[in-house]
């Protein structure tokens, strides 16, 4: 397939080398490539300038948002929360018709420090947000509870643990539950929540995940649901 990751941050590059190992032709889209390619600063967690790190990865093509979401059969959502929307909104409405997105991204709003805060929150979500402003596009939303690592990577975690999914159309869902089974999620490790206002029960987990981070000090951990039967 042809596969747009929108964003260049770390969960993009993890997921768009993933996928172009299983087979896959990936483009990560940005803002401005010209603006991406200039960079020289590492981000807030350490991780290089984009172009160095493509120096590694030039299988991977760079264009705008727009370009790489146009010729894609798939759609990855790997922005930050908080312009994930206006993101959408530069590709538009008429590109993301009919198309499926898989969204990663969770509404964390640092504007008050650390940590931060999730905006919306309780009774609405990014997920449903997306949902609501693009109908045509099939939002499912799931891998937003881990580090990019395990998104990709599932076996790094001896013993059961689990990944969410949900949305509101059932075969857009199975063709993400097909690459998270790429991805090495076997079927027990899925688990599907029901429609997309679900998102705002997995997009809540993360400020107890961000303190798990905290106490921890690190970011190779997962949720485990145990049940009887």
């Known amino acids: 397939m042809n596969i747009a990751i929108l964003g260049t941050g770390m969960v993009g590059r993890m997921i768009g080398v993933k996928l172009q190992e299983l087979g896959h032709t990936v483009t990560l889209g ?25 120096k590694d990865h ?29 993101v959408l909104e530069q590709v538009g409405e008429d590109v993301l018709h009919g198309k499926v997105l898989i969204d990663v991204a969770n509404p964390l709003d640092f504007s008050g420090g650390m940590p ?20 045509k596009l099939k939002v499912v939303k799931t891998l937003n509870t881990m580090n990019a690592q395990l998104m ?17 159309d059932a075969a857009a869902k199975d063709q993400a ?8 999620w076997n079927p027990d490790q899925i688990l599907d929540l029901g429609d997309i206002t679900n998102a705002r029960g997995t997009e809540m987990l993360l400020p107890i995940w961000l303190r798990l981070w905290g106490a921890l000090g690190m970011a190779e951990f997962n949720f485990c649901i145990q049940r009887n039967g």
């Open 58 to 86: 030039k299988e991977l093509a760079l264009a705008t948002f727009k370009e790489a979401a146009s010729d894609a059969d798939l759609l990855f959502n790997c922005t930050g929360g908080m312009i994930s929307l206006s």
């Open 177 to 184: 539950k097909e690459i998270l089974n790429a991805f090495g």
């Open 116 to 135: 931060p805060s999730l905006n919306p929150v309780n009774t609405d979500s990014l997920g449903e947000q997306l949902q609501q402003r693009f109908p």
């Open 152 to 168: 990709v990577n599932p076996g790094l975690l001896e013993g059961m643990h689990h990944v969410f999914v949900c949305g509101n």
């Open 30 to 54: 940005t803002r401005n490539v010209a603006n991406t390619l200039a960079n020289e600063n590492s981000d807030a967690y350490g991780n290089p300038p984009f172009k160095e790190w493509h």
